[in-house]
């Protein structure tokens, strides 16, 4: 399973998902959006062009939306496709991720070594991913190779079959399986597939990353074919380029090689798609979610909050909110238990999106137990750590930030955003997710940085109010410890 916390920047400023364990530095990963299927444009690809000569846009007469961008600076050039999944299918976490492991396997034009050599020919990198939004197909080569990856993108998007005569399924099903079976190698994970489970009730965003060994058993060729089908079509589809390439050549590029592909297919065809549900909203309390895990080294204590998607007008004010609780080094988590209490191995915030709401969580790994300074006793750490997470989290509430730490704040989040832009295949990514969720991402991020400038203190305060309500907590600790609730244990400094 992938780990969250690497990935944090981009969450941050994006979506998330679910977003692999954190040692360090936070590093972008794209995130799933929905994208409402699009206004019908000219079919001329140099119509209706935005001002900017860099850029090109088109919808296609078959629904395909195309964004092109040219960087001259730097010498390749990514493709990246966005497939919008369904209800259906994020409810079949193991069908999806067997879906894209498979997809570039072979098409009905080109058998599975052959396609396998087509892809090596083209000196870069190609692959697919799925997240429960979105089914995401990624390239990246030199310039020179452009025009045969879009040829054979549009070969495997039209024609994929799933390698009917060979082994690629069966072979990639077993790393799936190998994959579910070290899924919970991460404490980290475990807390937050703990926390998922109940702040996304009734969503398919409640459900483990990559399914489970029985439904990923019993998935067929046929089931791959029939997601395959009902998703990749036209219209549910976005394509992005990105890199040394004229953009309006892009265009027409992908124009031509993807003009033909029609708009429906199969039983199918004319249907709308049901995107991912929205999680209920939690109307009462909830008792912590309590896990033992024998013979383990250090204890873990997760806050879950619901949140919204990041087309939510208190997305920026939130992302301020979750950089001052827990994402910086001067966050309010990170000064109380580490600065003050020298606890915790790994302590943060992360705000995750999803194209149809969200999460909020803090978090705390620290040692099992701790000495406390005032009894000189030994004493279990997991109430302790609950008890900080919970002030802090209601601090915000309460105590709104100063203007300066919030202008720290509204800076930190801008220089992650450049961070996570370094590279040309993130840019390529952002600038799809962006489509995807906002239609004009160039001008959504202007709005955006515009918009994060003018959080105010007030504002932390009041989406604090509002999100910071009804956490689900999850305590996970050794066999032979206390992980009950001890949060009027005292301190190990007598700090707050």
Not at 24 to 48: F, I, K, N, Y
Request: with cysteine; hydrophobic share 45%; glycine share 6%.
């Amino acid at each position: 399973m992938i780990d969250l916390r690497p990935f944090a920047l981009a969450v941050l400023l994006l979506v998330a998902p679910p977003p692999a364990r954190a040692q360090g530095a936070r590093s972008p990963v794209p995130a799933a959006l929905l994208l409402e299927t699009p206004a019908a444009q000219p079919a001329d690809p140099a119509a209706a062009q935005p001002a900017d000569p860099a850029v090109a846009t088109a919808t296609l007469p078959n629904g395909l939306h195309v964004v092109c961008r040219r960087e001259p600076t730097v010498p390749l050039v990514a493709i990246d496709i966005f497939v919008r999944t369904d209800d259906a299918l994020a409810r079949q976490p193991a069908l999806g991720s067997l879906l894209a492991r498979t997809l570039t396997s072979s098409t009905t034009n080109v058998v599975a070594d052959s396609l396998a050599t087509q892809i090596g020919d083209l000196g870069g990198n190609l692959a697919a991913s799925w997240q429960a939004d979105t089914l995401q197909i990624s390239a990246l080569v030199v310039r020179d190779r452009f025009r045969d990856t879009s040829f054979l993108l549009a070969d495997i998007l039209r024609n994929a079959d799933f390698d009917p005569q060979g082994a690629s399924v069966e072979n990639a099903r077993q790393l799936l399986l190998s994959d579910i079976d070290n899924s919970d190698n991460s404490l980290f994970q475990t807390a937050y597939a703990l926390a998922r489970k109940t702040v996304y009730t009734g969503s398919p965003y409640a459900l483990p990353a990559l399914g489970t060994e029985d439904a990923a058993t019993r998935i067929t060729r046929a089931d791959l074919l029939r997601a395959y089908t009902r998703l990749c079509v036209p219209a549910n589809m976005t394509v992005v380029v990105d890199g040394d390439v004229d953009p309006q050549y892009a265009l027409q590029k992908i124009s031509d090689d993807f003009r033909d592909f029609p708009a429906g297919r199969g039983a199918s065809a004319g249907r709308s798609l049901t995107p991912p549900a929205a999680p209920a909203p939690l109307t009462s309390s909830l008792a912590p979610v309590r896990k033992t895990i024998p013979n383990l080294a250090e204890a873990c204590v997760m806050v879950g909050y619901q949140a919204p998607s990041a087309s939510s007008p208190d997305y920026p004010a939130l992302l301020v909110a979750n950089a001052l609780l827990g994402t910086m080094k001067t966050s309010r988590l990170f000064t109380s238990l580490r600065e003050k209490l020298g606890l915790g191995y790994e302590v943060g915030s992360l705000l995750n999106t999803r194209a149809s709401g969200g999460d909020l969580v803090a978090f705390a790994l620290a040692a099992p137990t701790y000495t406390d300074k005032k009894t000189q006793k030994t004493a279990p750490t997991v109430g302790l750590l609950q008890a900080q997470i919970l002030r802090q989290s209601a601090g915000l509430k309460t105590t709104p930030p100063t203007p300066a730490e919030t202008l720290r704040a509204v800076h930190y989040l801008l220089g992650a955003d450049k961070i996570r832009r370094e590279r040309l295949e993130d840019r390529a990514a952002i600038l799809g997710q962006e489509t995807l969720l906002h239609g004009d991402a160039l001008a959504w991020e202007t709005r955006f940085a515009r918009q994060l400038k003018a959080v105010t203190p007030a504002d932390v305060q009041r989406v604090a109010a509002r999100y910071f309500v009804r956490p689900a907590i999850v305590v996970i600790g050794p066999g032979g410890t206390d992980t009950g609730d001890t949060s009027s244990a005292s301190s190990p400094t007598g700090g707050q």
